[in-house]
C-alpha cells in the first residue's frame, strides 16, 4: 500500500468521486471513508499541497458525475405510451427486427423495435414529409414510433423509418463508414456461416443481435459469458497473433510491439470501441511504451492508467456491470494470479509424483490460476448484479477457451479470405463451423445441467462480502496470534457470511407477506406464508431476452425463493400467463391452478404442453375450492362455472381469497363489475385489495367497495399504458371508501407485511410513502374517510 504509483492514486481518488457522484446526495460517504481509509498510510497525503491535490481530484470526480448523472436522467424522462419521433442512426441493421439506435440528441443508444420491413419502407412519403428508408447501420433516419417501458431502459417501438439529414462531419462520418463495414462483414459472416452466423458476429465483431436465447443464457449459466464479449482475451489473442505474425518475417522485437499495439487498436475501432476492449487496449498500449523506453513495468500503472482515461471520457462507465467486471477480472489477475499459480503448480507435482510431466503441469496451473484469480475478483459483482453464481465456470472454461482460441482466428481469416477468393474462405469455414459446433455443444450439455448455478440475493452478497472484509482484517492484524487468528477468521466469515443472511430471511418469518410485483401493465402477485412457503398468483407480461431471467423470475430469486407451492393463473391472457413457463422452469410449482377455460390462444396451449412436459400437475379453479398453507387460507370464490364464450377470458377470472386470522385479502385478476358484486358478500370487509382489471372502469364500482370496504388497494398498472389505466373513477371511488391505493407505475413494486391482528404495513421499491392510522394517504388515493379497522402504517 506504500508503493502505489501515482496514476494509481489519481484513479482511486477519481473514481471514489465519480462513484459519489453518481449515487447522488447523502451515499458519498462511504466511499471517501474507504478511500481515505486505504490510503491513510501514505505519508505524501500528509501534506498539505498533495491533500489539496487529492480535494481537487475528488472533487473533480464528484462534480463531472453529478453532471452526468443529470444528463442521464434527462435522457430517461421519455413520454412513455406516447409517439415520439427520434433521429440518429443504427449500429446494426435490424435483421431481426430489433437492432441498438444511437441517438443524435447525446442520450446513448436505446433499443428500437422494427415491425415488417413492408410496414416501414416504402417508396413514396406524404407531401413535406421525407422519403421512407430502409433501415440500415449507419444511416441518417428519423424514426417515429412510441416509446415503451424497459426494465432497465425505455425502448422505441417503431412505426415507420424516414430518410434522416446526414449533418455529420469528417470525424464522425469515418465512423459511420466503420459501421458500415462491419455491418457488411456480419452479412457477410451470414453466407461463410449459415448456422452459427450470430454466434460467430459475437465472438469476432461484438454484434449479438439475433443471437438465440437459449444459446446467450447457456453461456451465462455455464459461467462462460466473458467469451461472448470482446474482452481482454479477444485483444490479447489478436495482439499476440499480430507479434508472432510480425516476428517471424524478422522484424524486431521493437516494430512487432508497435505493430501488435497499433493492430489491436485498429481492431478495437472496427468492432466500436466496448470497454472491456479499450482496457485492453490501453493496457497493451502502455506495457509497450514501457518496454520501447526501458522502463521496468509497473504492476497496477497500466490498469489504473486505462481506467482512469475511460472513466474521464464518460463518468456513467463507473456504474455499469461490463467495466466493473472487466477491470475487477484483470485486477484480480494483477493481484492473485502468480501467487495462485505457484501454490497450484506445487500442488501438482506433489499430487503426481513426479507422473505429471513438468510442462503440463505448468500449464494447468496457469490455466487454473487464471481463471480462479478472474473468478474470485468478479464473483461479488456477478452475484451482485445479476443475483447467481456458475459453479462451473472455471473448469468449462478451460474447456471453452482453447476452442474459441481456434474459431476466432480462423473466422478472420475467413472474412479476409472472402475478399479475393470466396470458395477458400467457403472451405475454410467449414473448418471453423466443426470448431464451433464443438463449442455449442459444449456449452449447452452444461448449461442444461440443473445445478450448475446458485442463486443468491443482494442481501446475502452483502453480507458474505462483509464477513470476507472483517476476516481479512482479522488475518492481518499484528495483534493476534496466528492460531487464533486462523480460527477468529473461520468464525467471522462463517457469523457473518452465513449467520447475516439467515436473520434477513427470518426477517418476518412469522408475519404474511404479499408483494405485488413491477411487470408493467400486467399482473404478478406474491404470496409468502409465515411458515416460508410461497404462492404466485399470475406471472406478468412475456420477459426480455435471454440471458437476463423473467422478471418475476427475477423478483423471486431477490427474495430467496427455491420452490412455488402454487401458482394460480386467473385466466389466459398473456398479461398474466405471459412469465408462466419461465416461472415453471425455474420454480417446479407443486400445483398449477386455472380456469382450464378452452381458450383458443396459442400461447395458453404451449404453456399447458409446456407444463405437461415438465411433469407439473394441473387442475381447474372452481368456486368453493380451497387450501391451507402455513396457516393462511386461499379460498377460490369464482368462477363456478365457465362462460359460453371461451374468448371472455376476463368473465372466467379467478377471484381469490387470502385469509390469516383478522387479515383478508381480496385477489380479483380481471373479474368485471357483475363477478365482484356476486362475491363481495362472501368476501366480507377486507384489508387488500387488488383492484380488478389494473384499475379498469369495468371493474371496481361502488356498490362493490361498500361492501368490502378495503383498507389498502393496489393496482398493478404499466407506465403510461395506452389503456388510460387506472380510470380516473376507480380512483375516485377508492378514496371514497377511505382506501389507500398503490401503484406500481408510480412506486414499483409494492410490498405489504401483514400481522394476524390485520395490521399491515406498506414498503415500496421507489421510496417511501408516509402514512398514519387513518391520516394522510399515500399518491394517488385521495384523503380517506373512515379510520382502519386495524393499524396501518408505512414507511
Same mark, same amino acid.
Given at each position: ?268 475501432? &472496427? ?145 479476409? &479470405? ?378
Amino acid at each position: 500500500m506504500t508503493h502505489l504509483a501515482p496514476v494509481v492514486r489519481l484513479a482511486l481518488l477519481y473514481g471514489a468521486g465519480v462513484a459519489a457522484g453518481l449515487a447522488g446526495a447523502g451515499w458519498w460517504i462511504a466511499p471517501l471513508g474507504l478511500l481515505l481509509a486505504f490510503l491513510a498510510p501514505h505519508r505524501a497525503s500528509a501534506r498539505p499541497t498533495v491533500a489539496c491535490l487529492y480535494g481537487v481530484v475528488l472533487a473533480a470526480g464528484f462534480l463531472s458525475a453529478t453532471g452526468a448523472r443529470v444528463r442521464r436522467e434527462a435522457c430517461r424522462s421519455v413520454p412513455i405510451g406516447r409517439s415520439d419521433v427520434v433521429r440518429g442512426r443504427f449500429l446494426a441493421t435490424p435483421r431481426d427486427g430489433a437492432a441498438p439506435f444511437r441517438l443524435d440528441s447525446g442520450c446513448g443508444v436505446v433499443t428500437v423495435v422494427l415491425p415488417s420491413p413492408d410496414a416501414i419502407s416504402g417508396d413514396t412519403a406524404p407531401d413535406g414529409a421525407a422519403p421512407a428508408a430502409e433501415p440500415r447501420a449507419g444511416r441518417a433516419l428519423e424514426v417515429r414510433g412510441i416509446w415503451r417501458s424497459g426494465r432497465v431502459r425505455p425502448w422505441l417501438q417503431a412505426r415507420e423509418t424516414r430518410k434522416g439529414v446526414d449533418r455529420s462531419g469528417p470525424l464522425p462520418a469515418l465512423r459511420w463508414s466503420a459501421v458500415r463495414w462491419r455491418d457488411d462483414l456480419v452479412g457477410r459472416l451470414h453466407r461463410l456461416y449459415p448456422g452459427h452466423a450470430h454466434l460467430v458476429a459475437a465472438l469476432v465483431l461484438a454484434r449479438r443481435e439475433g443471437l438465440d436465447e437459449d444459446l446467450r443464457a447457456a453461456f451465462a449459466l455455464s459461467g462462460i459469458a466473458h467469451l461472448l464479449a470482446i474482452s481482454g482475451f479477444h485483444v490479447g489473442l489478436i495482439a499476440a497473433l499480430l507479434y508472432g505474425g510480425w516476428r517471424s518475417v524478422r522484424g524486431s522485437r521493437r516494430t512487432a510491439i508497435v505493430a501488435a499495439s497499433v493492430g489491436s487498436w485498429i481492431y478495437v475501432g &472496427l468492432i466500436g470501441f466496448p470497454d472491456a476492449a479499450c482496457r485492453a487496449a490501453l493496457i497493451l498500449t502502455c506495457l509497450a511504451l514501457t518496454r520501447m523506453r526501458g522502463y521496468p513495468p509497473s504492476r497496477w500503472g497500466p490498469l489504473a492508467t486505462a481506467a482512469l482515461f475511460l472513466v474521464l471520457l464518460d463518468p456513467t462507465r463507473l456504474s455499469g456491470p461490463g467495466f466493473q467486471l472487466s477491470f475487477a477480472g484483470a485486477a484480480g489477475l494483477v493481484a492473485w494470479a502468480k501467487p495462485l499459480e505457484r501454490r497450484l503448480g506445487g500442488v501438482l507435482r506433489d499430487s503426481g509424483n513426479g507422473r505429471v510431466p513438468e510442462g503440463l503441469s505448468a500449464t494447468l496451473a496457469s490455466g487454473l490460476a487464471a481463471g480462479l484469480a478472474a473468478t474470485l475478483a468478479t464473483l461479488p459483482i456477478v452475484a451482485w448484479h445479476f443475483e447467481y453464481v456458475s459453479l462451473v465456470g472455471i473448469p468449462v472454461t478451460l474447456v471453452a477457451t482453447p476452442l474459441v482460441s481456434l474459431a476466432l482466428p480462423g473466422a478472420l481469416l475467413t472474412l479476409g &479470405l472472402d475478399a479475393v477468393w470466396s470458395a477458400g474462405a467457403s472451405f475454410l469455414a467449414g473448418g471453423v463451423a466443426s470448431v464451433l459446433d464443438a463449442l455449442v455443444a459444449v456449452t449447452t450439455t452444461v448449461g442444461g445441467w440443473e445445478w450448475i448455478a446458485a442463486w443468491t440475493t443482494r442481501p446475502a452478497v452483502a453480507a458474505t462480502c462483509g464477513g470476507v472484509l472483517v476476516a481479512g482484517w482479522v488475518s492481518r492484524s499484528p495483534r493476534i496470534g496466528g492460531r487464533v487468528r486462523r480460527r477468529l477468521t473461520v468464525v467471522y466469515a462463517a457469523a457473518l457470511g452465513v449467520g447475516w443472511p439467515v436473520l434477513l430471511e427470518l426477517d418476518g418469518r412469522v408475519r404474511l407477506e404479499i408483494l405485488m410485483l413491477d411487470v408493467g401493465q400486467g399482473d404478478a402477485i406474491a404470496v409468502r406464508t409465515p411458515s416460508g412457503g410461497w404462492v404466485l398468483v399470475d406471472a406478468g407480461p412475456p420477459g426480455p431476452d435471454a440471458p437476463a431471467p423473467h422478471p418475476v423470475v427475477h423478483a423471486l430469486r431477490a427474495r430467496g425463493v427455491r420452490r412455488l407451492e402454487a401458482l394460480v393463473l386467473t385466466h389466459p391472457d398473456l398479461d398474466h400467463i405471459g412469465g408462466a413457463a419461465a416461472v415453471i422452469d425455474a420454480f417446479e410449482p407443486r400445483l398449477v391452478m386455472d380456469p382450464l377455460l378452452p381458450a383458443p390462444k396459442h400461447e395458453y396451449a404451449t404453456l399447458v404442453e409446456h407444463a405437461a412436459a415438465r411433469g407439473v400437475r394441473w387442475a381447474a379453479a372452481r368456486a368453493g375450492d380451497s387450501f391451507e398453507l402455513g396457516g393462511v387460507t386461499f379460498r377460490v370464490l369464482h368462477p363456478s362455472e365457465l362462460p359460453t364464450d371461451p374468448r371472455e377470458g376476463n368473465a372466467a377470472s379467478v377471484v381469490l381469497l387470502v385469509s390469516w386470522g383478522r387479515f383478508d385479502a381480496l385477489l380479483t385478476g380481471d373479474a368485471y363489475v357483475d363477478v365482484e358484486r356476486a362475491i363481495a358478500e362472501r368476501a366480507g370487509d377486507i384489508e387488500i385489495l387488488k383492484v380488478g382489471h389494473h384499475g379498469s372502469a369495468t371493474s371496481t364500482d361502488s356498490t362493490f367497495l361498500a361492501t368490502v370496504r378495503p383498507e389498502v388497494a393496489l393496482v398493478s398498472v404499466g407506465r403510461g399504458n395506452r389503456y388510460g389505466h387506472p380510470a380516473p373513477a376507480v380512483l375516485r371511488r377508492l378514496s371514497a371508501v377511505g382506501a389507500r391505493t398503490y401503484r406500481t407505475d408510480q412506486l414499483g413494486t409494492v410490498r405489504a407485511v401483514v400481522g394476524r391482528d390485520g395490521s399491515v404495513r406498506i414498503t415500496t421499491s421507489r421510496g417511501r410513502v408516509r402514512t398514519t392510522e387513518g391520516g394522510a394517504s399515500a399518491p394517488g388515493s385521495g384523503s380517506p374517510s373512515r379510520p382502519p379497522s386495524g393499524a396501518l402504517t408505512s414507511r
